[in-house]
């Protein structure tokens, strides 16, 4: 072994999270690795730093989201494993892992056995391109963002594998509403992103939160969120992206009262198990999407906050977007799958088209008090007309029940 | 090259699966994973864009499309399979390699086939985006107006089951 | 055999492929797979030219392959309209049925 005199990897706070990469590096540079060698291993460094992260923080959700719509419900939610419950996703997981795995005889083992597969691949190669931290990008592709669509895409198609080979009727179901849905919310979500794309002018995703950073009038950041074109599309992005990863208030594939368990019903165990960190990775990667084009990324939100490593920067924000996740999937009931169409169709695909003209105005008017004035009422008066038309004329027909004794 | 050569025989595969195959799912979604590996194979010759727009539409829209209708077209028997009568195999395979022959000559005797190959060009977005809209702007309008016309005619072929057929007097 | 030679082979198999899913298919939807994977293989072609052949500042083959997908897609749709249509009202896909006008 050739012992080169490579110096230990310096870090500071900032760059923590690059210190499986770095130590990996440096250690495979120290023992006289090739270049492909070393390059290999930081990068599976990195990936796997970058994946256990997000699973301790999918297991950290699974108890979190119990303990609070437990709490929103009025009841204690799971106590019993460990001190408050911490040791439960402990728990679930071993349920999970030792539990049968039955797969139907009329099911299509192949398909069945791939579909879970390839709903987690997504999720986990999105986040792969998310910046989370100033020196935190795992993969900084030029073309970040389209690849974040393009995976999501990829989704969809394992939702109709897996209710199409479970071979039975309520996967079946679940599974062309639950692509229906997806689909229609996809064209919101990726109106909305457009205008940021258009504003910051790169598909970068690093360069769209350096795009956001610096503070107006010395206190308020200058995050996409606080532009009147922002807000709106902000707002779209955020419904659009309950509705994409199936949450309740649009969780109508996968709610129990309905469709047994949609496209996941004759799963049990391990492939079940996937299903549901597919689901919960999902989400974390889409609300890390919308904290990156509208919250300003890893940008600190005050200037005297800068100090603070970015990368809590973003988890904070990341936690804030997912805690009200989940307070509105513990406050609103499910909507209707005719509901649900109608808003996004006749709702949010024309707001969402509005904010890319007004991303447009703001630009070319300077970004100053007159594109306030222009962009506003562009803005506003449209949606104050759909409010009217939705509850006036193009409300779903009120149901008329005929009871049996009239 | 050698991605190339991985590639190509595992896009020729799954696209031999998806004319062959009986049952109209799995030629369907076999048609899906050809063609996500033709836009694999246009990442990996450095058409970035390209490859993802494919993914996204071929893969994420077009393929949906079709599995979607083949759902609803479903025939209530059990009986799916595709009876492939030889006569028609043999119709088709005649019509075919003469088809296949011409290209393939052609390939073999054209003269590009000597070119040099140019190192990578990068795709640049922002090259693609000048084009898009300077050059070939009438045709990036023209396709936004056949799109719109292409949604608005679809969801006219859906809505119109719903009008009633029958002429019971109204209660 | 270069790279070009390899990619415009390919594109010459899928192409007579499409081809002979559209030529020996029942089922109208199976039909548009082959059209589609006609539609792929001249794709592959342009890319193919666009990368091994002269430097193009035009960028011709990724223009020509942007709008080919995009029309591709809207033609899917349309095709797919029309098929669920027809099967509404004969309850088949089978295209050999569908060989009279009247309804």
Not at chain 1, 45 to 63: D, E, I, P, R, Y
Not at chain 1, 184 to 210: C, F, H, K, N, Q
Not at chain 1, 275 to 291: D, K, S, W
Request: glycine share 8%.
């Amino acid at each position: 072994m050739i012992f080169a005199t490579v110096p230990f990897p310096s870090f500071t706070l900032e760059s923590l999270p690059q210190l499986p990469k770095l130590l990996v590096e440096w250690l495979l540079t120290l023992v006289g690795a090739p270049d492909w060698l070393v390059i290999i291993g930081g990068t599976a460094a990195m990936a796997g730093t970058v994946v256990g992260v997000f699973l301790s923080a999918f297991a950290l959700l699974s108890l979190v989201e119990r303990k609070t719509l437990a709490r929103i419900q009025n009841r204690l939610g799971p106590n019993r494993a460990g001190w408050f419950g911490i040791l439960q996703p402990v728990a679930d997981g071993i349920k999970m892992l030792t539990k049968e795995d039955i797969v139907p005889t009329k099911a299509e083992w192949l398909l069945h056995l791939a579909a879970p597969i390839l709903i987690v691949v997504p999720s986990i190669l999105a986040l792969g391109v998310m910046p989370l931290g100033r020196e935190w990008v795992p993969v900084n592709m030029e073309l970040g963002l389209l690849f974040f669509f393009s995976v999501g895409a990829l989704t969809e198609l394992s939702v109709f594998m897996a209710g199409w080979a479970s071979g039975s009727k309520f996967p079946m179901l679940g599974a062309m509403r639950a692509i229906s849905q997806m689909v229609s919310y996809e064209l919101p979500l990726i109106i909305s992103a457009l205008g940021v794309i258009m504003v910051t002018g790169s598909l970068r995703l690093s360069d769209i939160v350096a795009h956001q950073e610096g503070f107006n009038f010395g206190i308020i950041p200058n995050w996409n969120l606080f532009t009147p074109w922002g807000f709106a599309a902000g707002l779209i992005f955020y419904i659009a992206s309950i509705a994409e990863a199936n949450r309740c208030p649009f969780d109508l594939p996968e709610g129990e009262s309905e469709i047994v368990a949609g496209h996941m019903t004759e799963y049990s165990g391990f492939k079940y198990a996937l299903f549901f960190m597919g689901e919960y990775l999902g989400l974390f990667a889409i609300a890390g999407l919308g904290v990156t084009l509208f919250l300003g990324g890893w940008q600190a939100p005050l200037p005297f906050l800068g100090w603070v490593p970015t990368w809590i920067w973003f988890f904070a924000k990341l936690a804030v977007i997912i805690m009200s996740y989940l307070w509105i999937r513990g406050t609103f009931p499910r909507v209707r799958i005719d509901q649900l169409m109608r808003f996004a169709w006749l709702c949010l695909i024309p707001m969402a088209l509005l904010t890319i003209p007004a991303a447009a105005l703001w630009v070319f008017t300077g970004k100053g008090i007159v594109s306030w004035v222009v962009t506003v009422p562009l803005l506003m008066i449209p949606w104050v007309i759909l409010t009217i038309l939705f509850n006036r004329r193009l409300a779903p027909a009120t149901r008329t029940y005929t009871f049996a004794d009239s | 090259m050698i991605p190339l050569l991985i590639l190509s025989p595992l896009i020729l595969l799954a696209a031999l699966g998806a004319v062959w195959k009986a049952r109209p799912v799995h030629a369907a979604l076999l048609l899906a994973l050809s063609l996500a590996l033709v836009a694999v194979l246009y990442l990996t010759i450095g058409a970035d864009f390209i490859g993802l727009v494919q993914f996204m539409v071929y893969v994420g829209a077009v393929a949906i499309l079709i599995v979607f209708s083949l759902l609803i077209t479903r025939p209530s028997d059990e009986a799916e399979e595709i009876q492939r009568r030889p006569r028609s195999m043999v119709t088709g395979l005649i019509c075919t390699l003469p088809v296949l022959a011409v290209l393939l000559i052609a390939l073999v005797k054209g003269d590009p086939l000597t070119l040099p190959a140019a190192d990578a060009p990068p795709l640049s977005i922002a090259r693609l985006g000048e084009l898009l809209f300077t050059t070939h702007a009438p045709a990036v309008l023209a396709v936004g107006v056949l799109l719109t016309a292409v949604m608005i005619g679809a969801a006219l072929f859906a809505r119109d089951i719903e009008k009633p057929k029958s002429n019971q007097p109204e209660k | 055999m270069n790279p070009l030679a390899l990619l415009l082979t390919l594109s010459s198999l899928l192409f007579a492929l499409g081809l002979l899913a559209v030529l020996t298919r029942r089922n109208a939807i199976l039909i548009l797979v082959g059209i589609e994977l006609m539609l792929n293989a001249a794709n592959i072609n342009f890319i193919a030219f666009w990368r091994y052949g002269p430097p193009d500042p035009e960028l011709t083959g990724p223009m020509f392959v942007l709008f080919s997908i995009a029309i591709a897609a809207a033609e899917a749709a349309v095709g797919l309209a029309i098929i669920l249509m027809v099967f509404r009202h004969t309850r088949s896909t089978d295209l050999n049925k569908l060989d009279s006008l009247h309804g």
